[in-house]
T-cell receptor, first 114, second 114 residues
Framework: GDSVTQMEGPVTLSEEAFLTINCTYT??????LFWYVQYPGEGLQLLLK?????DKGSNKGFEATYRKETTSFHLEKGSVQVSDSAVYFC?????????????FGKGTHLIIQP | EAGVTQFPSHSVIEKGQTVTLRCDPI?????LYWYRRVMGKEIKFLLH????????ESGMPNNRFLAERTGGTYSTLKVQPAELEDSGVYFC????????????FGPGTRLTVT
């Protein structure tokens, strides 16, 4: 079945550092890929998405490119802020097979220190 | 526009008891999803409603779980009788349609079974 693998944290960085959170996937069909973020005490929010190969999703300074050849969707940000501290989830939806819902990775807890 | 709301935010019950979780989706969203995150593991899809119909319930763990969406508005998820392994955070999400898969999540209900 479908699966998503992402680096587990916690990941601790200093403010203004460069961020990469790795995400790779396995899917039977042609998935759409997502990054969701959960801030403390809140629900999951869609951060960005890409629906086909080579698409780049971007939002709030974060970017991720859909790489079909490496089945990856790594999240990057050039300069992180304390307010970026949260849990980040990589996810996919596979309309070509599998269940209706999203398939998630385990989440990466990001801690940004001033 | 009000977001997805869930009630209660936290529930502590004893093994063998019954608990009912409620989800109110965003107004006008026909698609409603339930997910569960057990401690340290991935967020797992449970089931999907389109209006009042169950579209996909392949993720429901067993027959102790019963989901309903009468009238196609709010949904309930009942666990009866609860077991220790049911502890976790239960998320609800809604979307206007399936094509874009842009699901909006609620804050979750943390269920603790003792």
């Amino acid at each position: 079945g479908d699966s998503v693998t992402q680096m587990e944290g916690p990941v601790t960085l200093s403010e203004e550092a460069f961020l990469t959170i790795n995400c790779t996937y396995t899917a039977t069909g042609y998935p759409s890929l997502f990054w969701y973020v959960q801030y403390p005490g809140e629900g999951l929010q869609l951060l960005l998405k890409a629906t086909k190969a080579d698409d780049k999703g971007s939002n709030k300074g974060f970017e991720a490119t859909y790489r079909k050849e490496t089945t990856s969707f790594h999240l990057e940000k050039g300069s992180v802020q304390v307010s970026d501290s949260a849990v980040y989830f990589c996810a996919l939806s596979d309309e070509g097979g599998g269940a209706d819902g999203l398939t998630f990775g385990k989440g990466t807890h990001l801690i940004i220190q001033p | 526009e009000a977001g997805v709301t869930q009630f209660p935010s936290h529930s502590v019950i004893e093994k063998g008891q019954t608990v009912t979780l409620r989800c109110d989706p965003i107004s006008g969203h026909d698609n409603l999803y339930w997910y569960r995150r057990v401690m340290g593991k991935e967020i797992k899809f449970l089931l999907h409603f389109v209006k009042e119909s169950k579209q996909d319930e392949s993720g429901m763990p067993n027959n102790r779980f019963l989901a309903e969406r009468t009238g196609g508005t709010y949904s309930t998820l009942k666990v009866q009788p609860a077991e220790l392994e049911d502890s976790g955070v239960y998320f609800c999400a809604s979307s206007r349609d399936r094509v874009t898969y842009e699901q909006y999540f609620g804050p979750g209900t943390r269920l603790t079974v003792t």
